[in-house]
């Protein structure tokens, strides 16, 4: 048994690929990506049809850090710990940027209403981005070298951007050349002359809504100034005990508010800067005899906004006491009037925003919507609504709602499979949130999208399955399926003792076999359990769910078999007894009383009671793996479903097992020796409900005789004895046994497969030097061999139409079978010849031995016709299992046009075979192998699949050392091989798959997918697809002062910034302070714009409106003082008449 190398791990993921391709003799040699002149087939897919590019990336943000919005672009921006930027507007309007340094994104600021996003890291770096195009691209970029950039403030409608240091010091920025202004207001100068400690860093800065020219600075030991741009000099201080976390204006600019360390909420008078005007503590109790409150936790950051009719909305995040925090979870308080309404979120805040109807901070600001951005998920909270409901979330955010353990992608699916999908599960939907329409809608969709339809099934560590839609770049849910309610939950702590071979997730989805034409799905899980469930659209209730417990263990006849992913608790299987014993003694019944050790027991307790099922995926048979003699079952390795032959297959370590569902037996269970050499066919012996050791399936003769011939080695060709003695399997059997506990079932199967790929990559490039048959499978019964053998298991499956035996003339239904040691074998399969004798009479099976070696476990199969056109297997079209029989008989079943029957001497069909290392292409039914290619030597394939792409066929590999290959078929020419993503989490190798039409995708991290193409095609009309975040929309206009603070000064005091920070004014800043750095699309992207005419549209309709701007606000000055020459004039002619007629003593 090798040891876990983390050596040879890290050595196999960085390897780089070495790919060589060799066809059947030297003269089909050819250049790659060029057909061969004696092609069987003439191939389509040249290597110029293949680029690969990312599209899009769907998903909740991981790790985010910080949150903006635009108010009237109606744009969301996310920023994440890892540097990545994330955009949303309207329902599938996404967009994905990350920096290029990785570092965390502190703060992001809008340019509102201008297509333009600064954002700020921790690395003390600016950057500007472009949003005017449909992949956003860094137009600037200012590194600070000498301080760190703590807080960033943009005002409204200027190009000036405040940024503020951990030194106390506050730097002004040109957002439109991204270069230093000489203007610097100093920490020293803004402080108290007075004071001998650092303020520390600037934690809050902003500009008096009503007074542009006085900056209010909040230091972080608790001193807040308001200081006077013009002036240069500080107006007014206020100092308070506690610390700051974040400042909030009235817009009156008349009071701020700021909250503390402490959890108390202070409000100040701008020309009262002694004391406080209020002192709250929102989440503390008030003493009577007028102490001070008891300390709460701090209150992060407040809001305060203003409502034109009625009380202003204070909210605010943290602030509760310390003795509620362990009993609460994250709140966010919203306070309006007399009322205080805590909302318990489900992860921590990270930031949150209120949504305004004006983006001016000097009026009233009417609040409708909260914007709140959790650790996990986005929640916006509708203020307009009498218990403050939440909005229907439209983005795919709940993919991580349980961690994903397995996913599979469809494109080109069924037409009616979206709306049926959808249909069920609009039923699913929570009830209570807001009426109102989701309030980030900006952007446009993207019009160029695919007019084909797409769906991704997830599973998840919970048990459920999720479906998908993924049309047009789209990703949102259709209907989700919980697989653990037809299993009981374990309550005590003996009921638990059944399911340790797993940890916390016992209902973990391991992996899925899915049939798009007739809606059947069958799901593994992590427990040794498998579901096989029908679609209905009428509700049901089941009196008691089918089940089939199944005996798996391996023969020790041959030697002893492990799984190939040493995981848990998990140990080699005993052996089963002998044919004599078994004629003998017949299986013990179902029962844990006659079982010693946990024999016999499954790891699951199907439900008992009743079980209702909606209108969906319904339940039709369980199938369950038992304890063998004290160990555990192994995990479940592949699976496979075929609707027109009514089986489904299942594959571990311990070899394979064949179901009925129809009529809900067990029709084969054989070991992985059993499988490997030719037998007669085999009929089930096993009805419901009964378990039997795989030897009991064979007749004894076949048994003894295929146990003779799997003791022959087949270089030697010696004979060695198969009993293997006793006290050296006991030994063995106790080496292997209850290691790894530590790890969680799913990763540790990661790893051990991954080490054990790697680490037999060398062995195996020696033993396979030199002829295709050199590889050597040695079933000799010692401990060599025992090791050897001991990794060996199911690996994968396909039902199809074919030849079962070399030199057969006639098609028939066949199940193909591979294995991690690259050995594919097929199973022959008899079927009743009509519908209704498929009830009655037994499903026939005979393995008819090994068709090919490879190197490296099998990982997919597939078969081409005479044409290479892929062969699917044979489906039944959907009919819904609850409607009546006469529409029942209506939909006749039908099997795709099966390809001619061979004729004698002729090969007709294209078997196509991928390992870990290798593939192969063979003729049927001659069994000839006409090409083979090494995908590489020093790494291993994680996926591969046989997909169609441009009216062609083609295998899509993507190894461990990240290189994504695609082969051409049949001839096996290297198309495409693509250094892409280095294999740095193992969430990628579970996860990644690719479909057809040049699709694919991968989880990048717990909650984000991340989708691909490798289709030149779609890689050309991707800015067509893609959705639009900026659009045109005219800024609202500005709030009308009226005309006595028109004529007595009491409105809005603007501030001409160019005359104070420009250059000429304030002069250079030290080139030493920040570095600028031009972006990669601030030349060209701008020039671009510049002579587009788009760009000319822009500008001009921007012109336009500040040219009307400014002759709006000249007309209103010119009514101003007319009024005031009328007003004056009045008054002086009162004047005038009432001393017209007095004499001077009267006066």
Request: net charge neutral; charged share 20%; aromatic share 8%.
């Amino acid at each position: 048994m090798n040891k876990f190398n983390i050596r040879k791990l890290l050595d196999g993921l960085t390897a780089a690929s070495s790919s060589s391709s060799s066809g059947s003799n030297a003269a089909n040699a050819a250049q790659p990506g060029t057909p061969r002149e004696n092609d069987l087939v003439p191939e389509t897919l040249q290597s110029e049809h293949f680029q690969l590019c990312k599209t899009v990336r769907h998903g909740f943000p991981n790790q985010p850090a910080s949150m903006a919005f635009d108010p009237v672009q109606k744009i969301l921006a996310v920023g994440t710990q890892t540097g990545a930027l994330r955009l949303f507007g309207g329902a599938g309007v996404e967009c994905y940027c990350q920096h290029e340094s990785g570092a965390a994104v502190i703060q992001l600021q809008f340019l509102i209403n201008e297509g333009a996003l600064v954002t700020a890291l921790a690395d003390d770096s600016l950057h500007m981005w472009n949003l005017r195009q449909k992949i956003p691209a860094v137009l600037h970029s200012l590194k600070f070298n000498r301080e760190r950039i703590t807080y960033c403030h943009l005002p409204f409608q200027s190009k000036w951007l405040y940024i503020g240091t951990e030194r106390g010091n506050i730097h002004i920025v040109n957002v439109e050349s991204f270069t230093l202004s000489g203007y610097v207001i100093m920490w020293n100068k803004a402080i108290e002359l007075s004071s001998k400690t650092h303020p520390g860093p600037v934690v809050h800065i902003s500009d008096n809504p009503m007074d542009e020219g006085k900056l209010l600075i909040g230091f972080e030991c608790g001193v807040v100034v308001l200081w006077d741009l013009k002036c240069k000099k500080a107006d007014y201080r206020y100092s308070y005990d506690e610390a700051i976390h974040s400042v909030a204006w009235h817009h009156e600019g008349k009071q701020f508010t700021c909250s503390h360390s402490d959890g108390t909420l202070t409000t100040w008078n701008v020309r009262a800067p002694v004391k406080p005007l209020q002192i709250i503590t929102p989440h503390g109790k008030q003493p009577k005899d007028g102490k001070k409150p008891e300390p709460c936790r701090p209150i992060l950051k407040v809001e305060y906004k203003t409502t034109r009719a009625g009380d202003p909305f204070m909210v605010l995040s943290g602030g509760l006491s310390y003795e509620t925090v362990g009993r609460r979870r994250a709140c966010l308080t919203v306070m309006h009037g007399k009322s205080t309404t805590v909302l318990e979120m489900d992860t921590p805040i990270v930031d949150f925003l209120t949504l305004c109807e004006t983006p001016y901070p000097n009026d009233f600001q009417e609040p409708y919507a909260v914007v709140v951005l959790l650790e996990k998920d986005l929640v916006v909270i509708d203020l307009g609504q009498i218990g403050y409901p939440a909005f229907e979330n439209p983005y795919p955010f709940t993919v991580h709602e349980s961690p994903v353990t397995c996913c599979e992608y469809f494109a080109d699916c069924p037409a009616e499979l979206i709306p049926a999908l959808y249909s069920v599960g609009q039923r699913q939907k929570r009830q209570g949130y807001s009426k109102k329409e989701w309030p980030v809608s900006g952007g446009n969709w993207g019009q160029g999208a695919q007019s084909y339809p797409e769906i991704i099934i997830t599973g998840h560590a919970d048990g459920s399955i999720k479906f998908w839609d993924a049309s047009a770049l789209m990703l949102q849910v259709l209907y989700k399926l919980k697989t653990a309610k037809v299993f009981e939950r374990a309550r005590g702590k003996e009921e638990k003792a059944n399911a340790d071979i797993v940890d916390e997730d016992p209902f973990a989805i391991q992996t899925l076999s899915w049939c798009p034409e007739s809606r059947l799905l069958c799901v593994a899980g992590v427990s040794a359990h498998v579901l096989v469930y029908r679609f209905s659209k009428q509700e049901v209730t089941t009196d008691e769910v089918q089940l089939l417990e199944v005996r798996m263990q391996g023969d020790f006849s041959e030697c002893v078999v492990d799984s190939p992913e040493p995981v848990g608790d998990q140990s080699p299987p005993l052996p089963p007894a002998s044919p004599q014993q078994e004629n003998q003694e017949p299986p013990q019944p179902l029962t844990a009383n006659n079982s010693t050790d946990r024999d016999n027991i499954a790891c699951l307790q199907v439900r008992s009671s009743p079980l209702k099922q909606s209108a969906g995926y319904q339940v039709e048979l369980v199938v369950q793996l038992v304890w063998v003699n004290g160990e555990p079952p192994q995990p479940i390795t592949s699976l496979a479903i075929n609707s027109s032959y009514g089986l489904v297959v299942f594959g571990n370590s311990s070899g394979l097992t064949v179901v009925d569902f129809l009529q809900k037996t067990v029709l084969l269970n054989l070991g992985t020796s059993e499988v490997y050499s030719p037998c007669e066919s085999r009929q089930p012996h096993s009805p419901r409900k009964t378990r039997q050791p795989s030897a009991a399936l064979c007749d004894s003769n076949d048994g003894s005789n295929a146990s003779e011939e799997r003791c022959k080695s087949p270089t030697s060709g010696s004979t060695s004895p198969c009993n293997s003695d006793d006290e050296r399997k006991q030994k063995f059997i106790e080496k292997v046994k209850f290691k790894s506990r530590r790890f969680s079932r799913t990763v540790a199967n990661d790893f051990a497969k991954m080490s054990r790929k790697i680490s037999s990559s060398g062995e195996q490039k020696s033993d396979h030097d030199g002829k295709d048959m050199s590889f050597s499978r040695s079933r000799s019964s010692s401990v060599t061999s025992i090791d050897r053998e001991s990794r060996e298991a199911i690996s994968a499956f396909a039902f199809c139409e074919s030849f079962a035996r070399r030199g057969e003339a006639s098609l028939g239904p066949c199940l193909l079978v591979g294995t991690t040691q690259g050995g594919v074998m097929t199973l022959a399969l008899s079927l009743p010849p009509g519908p209704d004798q498929r009830l009655e009479q037994a499903v026939g099976a005979a393995s008819c031995g090994t068709i090919s070696q490879l190197k490296g476990g099998v990982m997919t199969m597939a078969l081409l016709d005479a044409s290479g056109s892929l062969l699917p297997p044979a489906y039944e079209p959907w009919c819904d299992p609850n409607a009546s029989d006469e529409e029942k008989e209506r939909i006749k079943k039908r099997r795709p046009a099966s390809p001619p029957g061979s004729v004698e001497g002729q090969d007709s069909q294209f078997l196509v075979l991928c390992s870990e290392k290798q593939a192969k292409v063979l003729a049927l039914p001659s069994q000839t192998r006409l090409y083979k290619h090494s995908i590489t030597e020093a790494s291993f394939v994680l996926r591969a699949d046989v997909v169609t792409m441009g009216g062609a066929n083609c295998i899509m590999c993507f190894c461990a050392n990240g290189h994504i290959m695609a082969l051409s078929l049949p001839s096996l020419r290297p198309l495409l091989d693509v250094n892409y993503l280095p294999l740095t989490d193992m969430r990628i190798a579970r996860t990644f798959c690719f479909s057809n039409l040049g699709q694919a995708l991968y989880l990048t991290s717990p909650t984000e997918v991340q989708r691909i193409t490798y289709s030149l095609e779609t890689c050309d009309n991707l800015q067509e697809m893609l959705s639009e975040l900026f659009t045109p929309v005219e800024t609202p206009e500005a709030p009308n002062r009226g005309f006595f603070k028109g004529l007595f000064g009491g409105g809005a005091q603007s501030l001409d910034r160019e005359d104070l920070f420009g250059e000429t004014a304030a002069g250079k800043a030290s080139r030493t302070l920040a570095q600028h750095i031009p972006g990669q699309a601030s030349m060209e992207g701008m020039k671009g714009a510049a002579s587009g005419v788009v760009g000319d549209l822009a500008r001009a309709r921007i012109a336009l409106d500040e040219r009307g701007q400014k002759l709006s606000e000249l007309e209103d000055r010119t009514a101003a003082m007319m009024a005031s020459a009328d007003s004056f004039s009045k008054h002086a002619h009162d004047m005038m008449l009432k001393y017209k007629d007095k004499k001077w003593y009267q006066l």
